[in-house]
């Protein structure tokens, strides 16, 4: 829709925002304008108008507005409170005057629809910085309190410092005197579905209904259920849209475009296509990666599926299905779960960090602005209460079954209705490409590939600083692995020494040896006590994490998480107090493929604890193989023995890992419990050459 900056108490501050208004040119080509707001502070705005043509930034009384949004109800609230707004914009500045700043939180939450904007009272000497609910439009910035300074964007690559994602979840207030910020929470609601499907019926069309714009509009249509049901709707409704796809030609045909065509002639919807050669993907490729500001294959895949089809746009506004997969267990890993609602809260709550932020740039780089039914406030509560045999059938694998069943109710057809997901990036042949790709020039990895194109500027290929939760074990070095690889900056590791060595949050056997691992690792490790009491021990790693933050700049956490939604949750929702991003990238991995993945990369894991029938003394020092992998598989299937130990079986210390420098040599006694509990006692332990 829109491009917004702004840089506050900065000698450099116009020449920020001018600077900044370039970078951010695709955001809104029917305007552009900057104002000074105060002694060194200033606004900038790109316009891209759909409601009406009203240049930004605003000035009302002496207060100044800048906005990226879509406010559905602005005309209600316009006429409650009686404020002759002209658009939507006008609407969030006249109405934060006249309830006073202050009120700032009640303000945004009467607010339904997408927005981010920024808000400055020159009186009252505050700037306000505030997004929707789940982040659909993107908002960054950075905060110096040193300096009594913040600057903010739309998009990271305006502002040439660091910055972070503002949390959608979080209102910042800052004072321009003196340069203190604070934040007010906001709070997805939970309710209670009494009548789950009609209940979800009624929210779904209301959320298709007021994102429907007065001229044209397409669809993102893949022929799977998310986009298909969108569709459906409309043309229940007698709306006429046009609808678009994009693949790879080189190979066969995409398997996607073939529902895609007949759902499209079901639906009455002229269907427009895009199928670029592999010549071309590679021409654009170096592009797409600096839009999107990764070069993870999966991320690409996705972003050029989006890119190339909105590339043959001709309208304004596009519906996309995304969000359907968060909401309604579409992903496979749902099939793990242990509480698929929850599991659908924590990927509601990361969007606005990977999908959503670039799947917009891409857009807007195409002058095209997504709406998003499925992230409908309204919607998205409903959701969230459904019970979760609503939504995944395991007997029958059949995910999104409620979303299938409303599909069927609206009368599309049953074929395309129990189409099994197919990721967008497979279904349209950008991932096969992306391997060819990789392969004529000569690389092993798709990973290592599109690294290699992002050549600009070295640093830009590093992702935010991030500290790594480290337990000595195996889930915990290797989920820092995974994010090392994915361009993340791993400053630190974090080592919490629980008294209780039962803890149900902390991983205690060989704790003692995390400095040496950080060490092998080349980074610092900071270590807290705890005395390991049940929820209170958490206030201890909140603390620890803060430290972090404060010392090192991390502005992420990562941890082993593979199937505890216990440990997890409490890690998201200190992240979520302390303003930065939690990762969990293991998080529901198939147990057997992880473990093959962790010993193809070479990680040396040594069994320092076992609690399980079927393991035995032998066990205990043992350098985990794949002749052991087999063992323990077979011991799943006698005894129902977790493969990679996540209940409780065994632990695990990682003596040496790809990232290791040196690796850990150690001398041991065995003590046993019983037949088949015992652990090891680490007698001595150093650093000795690989």
């Known amino acids: 829709m829109c491009g917004i900056i702004g840089a506050i108490n900065l000698v450099e501050s116009e020449a920020i925002v001018k600077n900044g208004l370039k970078i951010l040119a695709n955001r809104g080509k029917d305007a552009s304008n900057i104002v000074k707001v105060a002694p060194k502070s200033f ?8 409601i009406d043509f009203v240049e930004q930034p605003l000035k009302y009384n002496k207060s100044f507005l800048v906005s990226n949004n879509e406010i559905y109800n602005w005309v209600e609230l316009n006429e409650k409170y009686s404020l002759k707004a002209k658009n939507d914009s006008e609407l969030i500045l006249k109405l934060i005057e006249k309830k006073g700043v202050e009120n700032i939180a009640s303000i ?27 982040g659909v439009k993107p908002l960054v910035y950075s905060y110096n309190e040193h300096e009594k300074s913040i600057v903010f964007a739309s998009e990271k690559k305006a502002l040439a410092i660091n910055q972070q994602h503002l949390n959608p979840r979080k209102i910042l207030v800052f004072n321009t005197k003196t340069g203190k910020a604070s934040f007010k929470n906001r709070k997805i609601k939970q309710v209670v579905a009494k009548k789950a499907k009609k209940e979800l019926e009624t929210a779904f069309l209301q959320a298709v209904s007021k994102r429907i714009p007065k001229q044209k509009f397409g669809v993102l249509l893949s022929g799977g259920i998310d986009s298909s049901i969108i569709g459906q709707a409309l043309m229940n409704d007698d709306r006429q849209f046009t609808s678009y796809f994009a693949g790879i030609k080189d190979f066969a045909e995409p398997k996607d475009l073939a529902f895609a065509k007949r759902v499209a002639n079901d639906l009455n919807s002229n269907l427009k296509v895009n199928l670029v050669s592999l010549i071309e993907f590679e021409k654009e490729l170096p592009k797409i990666i600096e839009l999107i500001e990764s070069a993870d294959p999966v991320r690409v895949g996705i972003a050029s599926t989006i890119f190339f089809a909105t590339k043959i746009v001709k309208e304004k506004v596009l519906f996309s299905g995304l969000g359907a997969d968060e909401l309604f267990a579409g992903y496979n890993r749902f099939k793990e779960s242990n509480d698929i609602n929850k599991d659908s809260f924590s990927y509601l709550i990361k969007m606005y960090e990977n999908d959503l932020y670039f799947e917009d740039i891409v857009c807007m780089k195409n002058k095209t602005e997504l709406r998003l039914p499925y992230l409908d406030k309204k919607l998205v509560e409903v959701a969230l209460a459904i019970p979760p045999k609503m939504k995944l059938d395991k007997k029958n694998n059949l995910n999104k079954k409620i979303l299938r069943e409303l599909a069927i109710g609206f009368g599309l057809d049953e074929e395309f209705a129990l189409r099994p997901k197919k990721a967008a990036q497979y279904g349209s042949n950008f991932d096969k490409a992306l391997g060819a790709l990789a392969k004529k020039n000569g690389f092993k990895s798709k990973a290592n590939y599109l690294s290699s194109l992002w050549q600009k500027d070295p640093q830009k290929q590093k992702n935010i600083p991030i500290a790594a939760l480290i337990s000595t074990g195996k889930d915990s070095l290797y989920a820092a692995y995974l994010m090392q690889k994915q361009g993340y900056l791993v400053k630190c590791f974090l080592t919490i020494d629980s008294q209780n060595k039962d803890s149900f949050m902390f991983h205690t056997p060989t704790i003692s040896l995390a400095k040496l691992q950080a060490s092998a690792y080349g980074v610092p490790v900071l270590i807290a006590k705890t005395k390991g009491v049940k929820e209170k021990e958490l206030k201890d790693l909140e603390l620890l994490v803060l430290q972090a933050k404060k010392k090192f700049g991390i502005e992420g956490v990562v941890s082993g998480a593979l199937f505890s939604n216990y440990q997890r949750a409490r890690i998201e929702k200190i992240s979520e107090k302390l303003g930065i991003r939690a990762f969990a990238p293991l998080w529901q991995m198939n147990q057997t493929t992880y473990m093959k993945r962790l010993l193809k990369e070479k990680f040396k894991v040594m069994v320092t ?18 002749k052991d992998l087999l063992e323990l598989e077979k011991l799943k299937k006698k005894y129902g023995v977790n493969v ?3 209940g409780g079986e ?9 990232s290791f420098t040196k690796r850990l040599d150690v001398s041991f006694s065995k003590k046993l419990t019983n037949e088949f509990t015992g652990y090891v006692e680490i007698k001595k332990s150093k650093l000795v050459k690989k």
């Open 609 to 626: 604890k076992i609690a399980c029938y079927g393991l035995s003394e032998k066990w205990l020092g043992k350098i985990l193989t794949g």
């Open 108 to 134: 945004v939450e009467e607010l339904d629809g997408v927005f981010a904007f920024a808000y400055f009272s020159k009186e009252k000497e505050r700037l306000v910085l505030a997004r929707d609910l789940f």
């Open 650 to 658: 065994y632990e695990t210390l990682v003596v040496d890992a790809p």
């Open 43 to 50: 606004f900038g705005h790109n316009l891209h108008s759909i």
């Open 644 to 646: 990679a130990g996540e």
